[in-house]
């Protein structure tokens, strides 16, 4: 069964930082695009950061970029998504999964509040 688990969410200051896991398995990860999503209060559940499969290209959405940084490891079935100069926008549960995934995990959340 495919199934993500992720972790590393908590409460942070502004500016500060989390580096969030996530946990795949039930496929082959190594073939699959990763993206990280995040869900805000109140907002639907937006695309964060991908990486490919292959050679690690990377995107980003505009509000993240040049702050948070995507990278996975394969030998590991896990995906990262390091996040530096939060800032209280970025407060949402934040999910990993496959383009197009039809399993979610619970979601790891982040909150970002002096």
């Known amino acids: 069964q495919v199934q993500f688990v992720e972790s590393g969410g908590g409460l942070v200051q502004p500016g500060g930082s989390l580096r969030l896991s996530c946990a795949a398995s039930g496929f082959t990860f190594s073939s699959s695009m990763m993206n990280w999503y995040r869900q805000r209060p109140g907002k639907e559940r937006e695309l964060v950061a991908s990486?490919?499969?292959?050679?690690?290209?990377?995107n980003y959405a505009d509000s993240v970029k040049g702050r948070f940084t995507i990278s996975r490891d394969n030998a590991k079935n896990t995906g990262y998504l390091q996040m530096n100069s939060l800032k209280p926008e970025d407060t949402a549960v934040y999910y990993c999964?496959?383009?197009?995934?039809?399993?979610w995990g619970q979601g790891t959340q982040v909150t970002v509040s002096s």
């Open positions: 999964n496959v383009p197009f995934g039809k399993y």
């Open positions: 990486i490919s499969s292959t050679v690690g290209i990377r």
